[in-house]
């Protein structure tokens, strides 16, 4: 960050795509890295070590089985490999198998070889090994959507604080928050935990943790009450609430004007 600016430094770029993958709003635009892929199979190169994200995600298009060409390899891609296994087991679903092939039986590692590959093979074979189905930009690395059963961040609200001022809501962009007349709902499922919601809450009433769990939705619901003071109806998150967010407010500055700190 340069004078609050996002910078990238060109000279040091490896085009390893991190950044666009772990950014949660997909804010920075680009292709990713092109993978290896022949018949659903990630073959492991020395470079360009995929993020557990991308595992997650590749997994659910159809990659169950990740090769190297040697042991020594499929070591540099060992603790994405570890790491997206142990999610896989909290989605319930099977780890992926890993195999070490040589070189010799299997024409797989260069991209002269992959190319008389896909050339002599035959049609669906080519079809698999495609390269425009297993590559992504910005817009596909949004892990949710590949798992629409998870939940991979939860979100509460504490209802002592929220004001129901819909900034969160009008921030999300993945539509996780909405506040009607009868409930604030909190569709945790969409979730990029982007934090985003809890940077602009005026009352720090969100929080955000990343969580695996079953995708539910959280309902709480809004009181319609009368002011006790200023006799308007408003909206509230509190059963037994009485006062209105203005009229509370108005209260807490008179007590702090006259030395009284309280809190509300
Ligand atoms: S959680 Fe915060 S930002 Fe969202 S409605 Fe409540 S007070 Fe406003
Ligand atoms: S609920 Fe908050 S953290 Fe989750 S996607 Fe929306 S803005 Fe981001």
Redesign the pocket.
Known sequence: MVNGKPVINHKNCNECGNCISDC??QAIAGIYPKRTIIQNELVVQSQKIPTVKELLILYKKGVKTIVGEKSSLIEWWKEPIDEANDLLKQLNEAPFSISVKSIEEERYFSRRELFSLWKNESKSAMKQAAPAKWRFNQNDLHLPKYYRDYQF?R?TINSEKCMLCTA?QK????K??NITEGHFSLLSQ?????????DICPEKA?I?ENQIAKAEETLLPIYQKVCTVCQKTYSTLREHDEKCVACRKQESFKKSKEGNHYAF
Do not use: D, R
């Open positions: 949660p709003v961040a979100i969160c921030l999300c962009q993945n996780c928050l969409g979730c990029s935990s982007c934090q985003l919601c809890v969100i955000v």
